[in-house]
């Protein structure tokens, strides 16, 4: 079983920059994707990036790139997104995903494990 913990949400200002972490128990991840998802109230759950762990290999939401960067750190066993150039529309709980294999997909069926978000929260 797969454990994903997410932190490093918070409120931020437009403009400003936030990173998340996901820390993943799994004791190795090299055939896994890990993504990032968010959830905005009233709204789908929608893909925001994606990394293959072998590889480093990324994806993203056309809405996000060039903004957001995600990372992995072997060592920590952790994934990181960084945001910034944040805006309002950016507000929505995050999530932390893993899926096995290393097809990328933007999918939310396709992951297998998902962490309990963090909020991320922008004032205009």
């Known amino acids: 079983q797969v454990q994903l913990v997410e932190s490093g949400g918070g409120l931020v200002q437009a403009g400003g920059s936030l990173r998340l972490s996901c820390a993943a128990s799994?004791?190795?991840?090299?055939?896994?994707?890990m993504g990032w998802f968010r959830q905005a109230p009233g709204k789908e759950r929608e893909f925001v990036a994606a990394?293959?762990?072998?590889?480093?290999?990324?994806y993203y939401a056309d809405s996000v790139k060039g903004r957001f960067a995600i990372s992995r750190d072997n060592a920590r066993n952790t994934v990181y997104l960084q945001m910034n150039s944040l805006k309002p529309e950016d507000t929505a709980v995050y999530y932390c995903?893993?899926?096995?294999?290393?097809?990328?997909?933007?999918?939310?069926?396709?992951?297998?494990?998902w962490g309990q978000g963090t909020q991320v929260t922008v004032s205009s």
């Open positions: 995903a893993a899926k096995s294999g290393v097809v990328f997909t933007t999918e939310t069926v396709r992951y297998n494990y």
């Open positions: 990394i293959r762990w072998s590889s480093s290999s990324t």
């Open positions: 799994l004791r190795t991840f090299s055939n896994y994707v």
